[in-house]
């Protein structure tokens, strides 16, 4: 059904400083900016414990709603008792003025928090306009709901989701979280992705090179995923059985939402570390596993990775979800194109991400155009999950971002060249996306283990000209998680979706952002709504946040 | 006039030897005196009768059942020796070096375990005791306990540092133990104290390699091929470390080497053919690598790129072929399964690709499950 134009005028922000139309090359370029907050894990060299390597996901939202995207960092907590007795273990909320400054209002949102926390998921779960929080960690996890104050509220007990130990697989580590409305009923539902079963009492040490260093994850058991489904209420009802996740137990890294089918389902991506990767395709009613059937279990060689971090997005324009998620040296960061929504074909050599990325260890990645020009480039965090130095692999490295040439050429890997050696290489780990300044350039930030935390400023030269797109859904859920968005300039289509889950332990929150190159007018924007809602909007004018409401069906 | 006096005196006394010996040899009734006697004449079979003799004669004598596992050993008789030494100690369990004398004569028939129980007993009773020490680690590193192995070769070592052959098992029980960084420093000993043996060359590019050393193992390796440029199969390992490090073109140089001295190297051939797969030119990969395997039909790296190569060609059914052979040399490895499953989905058999995605996972399950049960019981020990 034809829908009109609805457009809820809503003041945008008009960009400051409009780039000229791109060259043939644009020269993608970050500067260095730091916060003095810093992911403290409690590392204990003499015996490491793995949850220390683990920490540092970090969330991008506007949590306030002054349009202005804001930060909030996890951090770890005392390996022994996983309390944060300590000052040094808090987590972190700035707010960004807009400006280049942040400030530290932890204390008066409410959101120092009390665990060993890893992962972080931004959405709206109660439709109030106001994101929340997920903050998932080491034996406890915590839903935290925003006030529209600046304050937030622990609702953990009161949501059904303080269940943190399984009777069958012990306390849970959760890795990852995503908000997907998974039976499209409007409301957000809650995966949880865990990890390993762990114990800080029965670690084993694990010897290397003359000192002792994180075991690898074969020495631990894995734990299975969760369902939460929004009651509506303020309450979440747990259908890990019912929905088929519990019956796939893994080791999960990543979690990644998409449509791969484009069935009108959001489906689920998992990366697991050093064993298959699940694929999760909704039926509406459960989840079918189909990793392997989609060819996107196992890299091509069949090999067992140390999948980490990922994202499920579509980066070669062709309308249909692709994946790609980081592993360490040796095991490249593999890339699997979607073949019309009838499975993957993994393209890491043929797009020449296999040479690039061999001698790389990653933790988060996102696909993300820097350039604005139409093209999704992918930026990694990157640095090795070990701590003791070996003669084949560089533990501490720097960030890089991998230059997507168009839809027949090869990565292009930029490190040094896009700006990134200003920091020292490091042990990176979560990273978020946004547009900090409101330059129409996507930022980026990064946490490192016991580094202060790097803010990398867009400062791409040349850089075209964009769109970012702010849903509100009326009938789907209030963020538009799940919409599918269509852009067409004159070079042709790209598309993207709403989504809050990318990179490693990480959340964005968006808007939704589009490089339109030359263009200065995107020719048509089409955003199919999870409710199966398909609105149009033609000749838009770019540069600019455009907020739009969800239309009501005819 | 000394000399040819004395020499005199000494033929003398070898004849008189002799002829007692050969009194003896006539006599039934040798006694301990004799069967030394002989022994010391060299004449070890006549010698072996005569304790025998002792030992019927005196069925409770300890010493005469030493003695005669001892004149068995020297026969390489080792399991006629222990039966003797068996008795021998039966008889008087407090003789000393019987269980050494035992241990080894258990080590020369290969009964390690035997062994190992006879020379701690040897040791215990004489803890400095440096031949108790090199044979019980040599047992070890026969009983494939390499722990235990390097911890006795190591002690022996240290106390006859020049000797090559020591330094050399407790090398290369560090190497089977993969303690990569012993292994280098005991070779690195060895090179000092015969800095041109191409073998140790060799051994300690092994034990670079396992730390990840690769480039320094290259080097290694070509010091090597220096000192004996024509030995076979030298060259095949540089092209193999060079293969590990991705510098295709060197491997290739190096296999190609080795292909001159042995025309016939169907491993050689085959990674030749991997090289040539892995620089794009599909053509002549496949042509060596089905020469390889017409050679030398278990080289699995060779099947599963004949499967790759035929896979891009979109040839499925000759695909299959390729990496059923690869399952078939070893059903274990998890990859041959994976693309087994990939070209029976393209082939539309969507039950048999199951069954191979399903082989996939129950292999993974069955490996960490063995992880987990290798470290519960490590734990509990």
């Known amino acids: 059904m034809l829908l009109g134009i609805l457009l809820v005028p809503i003041a945008f922000v008009a960009s400051q400083n409009r780039p000229a139309s791109p060259p043939t090359l644009s020269k993608i370029k970050f500067s260095l900016q730091t916060l003095p907050f810093r992911v403290d894990s409690d590392e204990t060299p003499a015996f490491p414990h793995a949850p220390a390597t683990m920490a540092g996901g970090v969330a991008v939202f506007d949590y306030n709603n002054d349009g202005r995207p804001d930060i909030f960092f996890t951090n770890g907590a005392d390996i022994q008792t996983l309390k944060k007795n300590d000052p040094k273990f808090s987590n972190r909320l700035y707010r960004n003025d807009g400006k280049g400054v942040f400030t530290d209002v932890t204390k008066e949102a409410g959101l120092t928090g009390s665990g060993y926390d890893i992962c972080v998921a931004v959405g709206d779960y109660d439709n109030d306009g106001y994101p929340d929080l997920f903050v998932g960690g080491v034996h406890g996890n915590t839903l935290y709901h925003n006030n529209g104050d600046g304050t937030f509220q622990d ?23 995503a908000w997907v409305d998974v039976n499209n009923d409007g409301l957000l539902d809650l995966i949880v992705i865990n990890y390993l079963r762990w114990d800080v009492k029965t670690e084993t040490l694990c010897p290397f090179a003359g000192a002792n260093d994180y075991c690898s994850p074969e020495r631990y058991k894995g734990q299975p995923n969760q369902l939460f489904l929004n009651r509506g209420d303020g ?48 039926t509406g009613q459960k989840f079918e596993e189909v990793g392997f059937q989609q060819n996107v279990a196992l890299v091509e060689d069949g090999e067992f990775v140390s999948g980490m971090g990922l994202d499920f997005r579509d980066y070669n324009n062709d309308g249909y979800p692709d994946i790609v998620f980081v592993a360490l040296n040796d095991q490249t960061f ?12 993994e393209v890491t050599l043929s797009t020449g991400m296999r040479q690039l990325s061999r001698p790389m260890s990653g933790y988060g990645p996102g696909f993300f155009d820097f350039d604005n020009d139409g093209w999704k480039d992918l930026f990694v965090s990157r640095g090795h999950v070990e701590s003791v130095a070996a003669p084949s692999y560089t533990i501490e490295q720097n960030n890089t971002v991998f230059r997507n040439p168009g839809a027949t050429g090869r990565w292009q890997a930029l490190t040094a060249e896009a700006g990134f050696d200003a920091a ?27 580094r202060n935390a790097e803010i990398w400023m867009n400062r791409t030269e040349n850089a075209g000209h964009w769109l970012d797109i702010a849903l509100e859904g009326t009938k789907s859920n209030r963020d538009g998680m799940g919409a599918r968005i269509k852009v067409v300039t004159s070079a042709g289509a790209q598309y993207n979706h709403m989504t809050s889950s990318v990179g490693y332990a990480s959340s964005s929150y968006g808007p939704v952002h589009f490089g339109l190159g030359a263009d200065a007018t995107a020719k048509v924007v089409e955003i199919h709504w999870p409710s199966g809602i398909v609105q149009t909007l033609n000749d838009v004018e770019g540069d600019r946040v455009l907020r739009v409401k969800e239309a009501a069906a005819k | 006039m000394m000399n040819g006096r004395s020499g005199l005196i000494a033929a003398l006394v070898q004849f008189i030897l002799l002829f007692h010996g050969c009194l003896l040899a006539q006599s039934g009734n040798p006694s301990a005196a004799d069967a030394v006697a002989l022994e010391r004449q060299g004449r070890i079979e006549e010698a072996e009768r005569a304790w025998l003799a002792i030992t019927r004669r005196n069925p409770v004598d300890a010493e005469a059942f030493a003695s005669l596992g001892v004149i068995l050993s020297r026969q390489q008789k080792y399991a006629e020796a222990a039966a ?16 050494l004398n035992w241990g080894l004569a258990e080590l020369k028939q290969g009964h390690v375990d035997s062994a190992i129980q006879h020379l701690r007993a040897a040791l215990a009773a004489d803890p400095q005791s440096l031949q108790a020490k090199t044979l019980l680690g040599l047992s070890y590193y026969g009983a494939k306990d390499f722990k235990n192995a390097i911890k006795y070769l190591r002690s022996a070592a240290d106390a006859d540092p020049d000797n090559e052959e020591l330094h050399k098992t407790l090398a290369q029980s560090c190497l089977s133990a993969k303690l990569y960084p012993c292994a280098r420093e005991e070779f690195e000993k060895l090179e000092r104290l015969n ?135 070893d059903p274990t490895e998890t990859d041959a399964h994976f693309r087994l499953g990939h070209v029976y989905q393209v082939l539309g058999d969507n039950a048999a690709a199951q069954r191979e995605f399903a082989t996939v996972r129950e292999l993974k399950q069955k490996h960490d499950r063995a992880i987990a049960s290798k470290l519960a019981s490590k734990s509990a020990n």
Not at chain 2, 84 to 99: E, F, V
Not at chain 2, 282 to 309: C, H, W, Y
Request: proline share 5%; glycine share 8%; aromatic share 8%.
């Open chain 2, 84 to 99: 003797a030494y068996r008795k021998a100690i039966t008889l008087n369990p407090k003789l000393p070096g019987i269980q």
């Open chain 1, 235 to 282: 309450t979440f009802e747990d259908v890990s059985e019912k929905w088929g996740l519990r019956a796939h137990v893994g080791k999960g890294m990543g979690v990644g939402v998409a449509d791969y089918d484009l069935d009108g389902r959001p489906d689920i991506f998992v990366t697991n570390d050093t064993s298959y990767n699940f694929l999760f395709h909704n």
């Open chain 1, 155 to 177: 609702v953990t007990a009161k949501a059904g989701l303080n269940h943190s130990v399984d009777p069958q697989y012990g306390p849970l580590w959760t890795a990852a979280a």
């Open chain 1, 424 to 450: 020292p290489p490091a042990r990176h780990r979560g990273c978020a996306f946004a547009d900090f300044d409101g330059d129409g350039r996507i930022d980026i930030v990064v946490t490192a283990l016991g």
């Open chain 1, 334 to 345: 593999p890339v699997f194109m979607n073949k019309a929504g009838k499975g993957f074909e």
């Open chain 2, 195 to 329: 800095p041109n043996s191409s073998a140790v060359h060799l051994l300690t590019a092994e034990a670079l390699d396992g730390e990840g050393k690769t480039l320094d193992a290259i080097e290694e390796v070509k010091i090597a091929l220096k000192l004996t440029p024509q030995e076979p199969n030298l060259n095949f390992v540089l092209g193999h470390l060079y293969w590990e490090a991705e510098k295709y073109d060197e491997a290739n140089t190096a296999f190609e080497a080795e292909l001159l001295i042995e025309p016939k190297n169907a491993v050689a051939i085959a990674y030749l053919g991997d090289v040539a797969l892995k620089r794009g030119d599909n053509d002549k990969a496949l042509a060596l690598l089905r020469k390889a395997v017409a050679l030398q039909e278990n080289i699995r790296l060779a099947f599963m790129d004949i499967g790759s190569i035929l896979v891009d060609r979109e040839q499925y059914k000759d695909a299959l072929s390729a990496f059923r052979r690869a399952v078939k040399l």
